[in-house]
């Protein structure tokens, strides 16, 4: 099917696509939101056990990390409207 710009229908391929891509961010996020969880459980019971300071720093940079790219792909979901 060919569009023209300046045509009032939509490529279905195109919506498609964008919501395939939306149900693959969402379910990267929600994988990362979990990870995200599991580093905190798990820098919680490494400072309980008086872990080396060093293992709990690396750890926080890894959910630091991971909550970093839950930002940018909830950036890429919701679009960025200035009023």
Excluded at 38 to 49: E, H, L, S, V
């Amino acid at each position: 099917m060919i569009l023209r710009k300046n045509c009032s229908l939509v490529d279905q391929r195109s919506v498609v696509t964008s919501e395939q891509e939306q149900a693959d961010i969402r379910l990267e996020l929600a994988r990362l939101k979990q990870d995200h969880a599991d580093f905190d459980a798990a820098i919680q019971a490494m400072i309980a056990t008086g872990c080396d300071p060093l293992r709990i720093q690396r750890m926080k940079k890894k959910k630091l990390s991971c909550k970093d790219k839950m930002q940018q792909l909830e950036d890429r979901i919701i679009p960025d409207i200035i009023a």
